[in-house]
């Protein structure tokens, strides 16, 4: 069907059991035909592929800044803050769940680390 335009109706990747990868890049996977029988050999020709689909939101870090020995984290969109007392596992949701600016006074002799993760 050389110069036919093929759509589907609208689907959800859980609709059809898919989910998004780790990546950011889109990747189809396509199947070739096999004609060998009828004497057409194999042969797969696409000429355009279109993914429609929703953006993902931007997910940018949350800003930082030191005043009268109180720490401010701001940040757009949502979030779960975490801290740690060093950068490796566990990290700890900030109880009780705060929104942004959140401000904390700085500990005397201590380190604090924060993350910003996606819910």
Do not use: H
């Not at 110069?3 to 998004?20: H, K, N, Q, Y």
């Not at 939101?57 to 975490?82: A, H, R, Y």
Request: charged share 15%; net charge negative.
């Amino acid at each position: 069907d050389l110069d036919t335009d093929f759509t589907t109706p609208p689907f959800t990747l859980e609709s059809v059991g898919a989910e998004v990868g780790p990546g950011a890049d889109n990747i189809l996977s396509l199947r070739g035909v096999n004609y060998n029988a009828e004497g057409g050999g194999n042969w797969m020709g696409i000429d355009y592929v279109q993914l429609n689909g929703t953006a993902p939101t931007e997910f940018l870090p949350p800003t930082v800044s030191v005043n009268n020995g109180q720490v401010t984290l701001s940040w757009d969109g949502p979030g779960i803050l975490e801290w740690s007392s060093n950068l490796v596992p566990p990290w700890n949701p900030v109880t009780p769940t705060p929104a942004s600016p959140y401000t904390e006074a700085i500990a005397p002799n201590g380190a604090r680390f924060y993350r910003l993760r996606k819910p």
